[in-house]
């Protein structure tokens, strides 16, 4: 990320001008989602691209946006998982993978609901759940239930955000939640491990 904002510095591309943005229209639209697919590969900041459709497109279809490129990376994910094991190997830490099967394993379809929102598990248990009982259409929903809240909250906060400052305070707002909400997480699961 910080050497693509290099390259656009050195082009005088003005990153934050999105009336710039917003002439791109719908290729503004499709990078958005391929951004988010790409998230299962890539160490994508998911929550600052769905800000971006909240301020590029308005509320519900920068939401409506956001729904779909997290549902998109979800099935990609579950697509990498019913690869095989060996693919899975690849993505995923022991670790992780370990933490993941536990979610499945324990909550199931409702593990990919609560976990669309959480950086890393997210992917990771797409990932494991393609290579579980799970099927396409089930995941697919569960990824939709877990994508309504996040991509709403992200979406409204661009659309009513003036300005990059803004912006960097909602982002940070945004990530102190979600800590929060990992530590919290983490937290109830190693009490009931005792």
């Known amino acids: 990320m910080l050497i693509v904002f290099l390259i656009a510095s050195g082009a005088g591309v003005a990153i934050e001008d999105t009336a710039m943005l917003r002439k791109a229209g719908p290729y503004a639209a499709i990078a958005g989602f391929l951004l988010l ?13 769905m800000v971006a459709h909240g301020t590029l497109f308005g509320v519900i279809p920068g939401a409506l946006l956001s729904i779909a ?32 099967s536990q979610l499945l394993e324990r909550w199931g379809l409702a593990a990919v609901a609560a976990t669309r929102p959480v950086p890393i598990l997210a992917e990771t248990v797409a990932i494991l759940a393609g290579g579980s009982r799970l099927g396409w259409w089930e995941t697919a929903a569960a990824a939709t239930v877990g994508s309504l809240v996040p991509a709403a909250v992200y979406a409204w906060a661009g659309a ?8 960097a305070v909602i982002f940070a707002g945004v990530l102190l939640a979600t800590a929060l909400l990992w530590w919290v997480g983490t937290a ?5 491990a005792q």
């Open 37 to 49: 697919v790409a998230d299962v590969f890539l160490p994508v900041p998911s929550s600052l691209v």
């Open 69 to 100: 490129g997290s549902v998109g990376a979800a099935l990609t994910g579950f697509a990498v998982g019913r690869a095989g094991t060996n693919a899975i190997r690849r993505f995923v830490t022991p670790e992780e993978h370990e933490r993941a």
């Open 160 to 167: 009513h955000a003036g300005g990059v400052a803004n912006h």
């Open 188 to 192: 109830r699961q190693r009490h009931r």
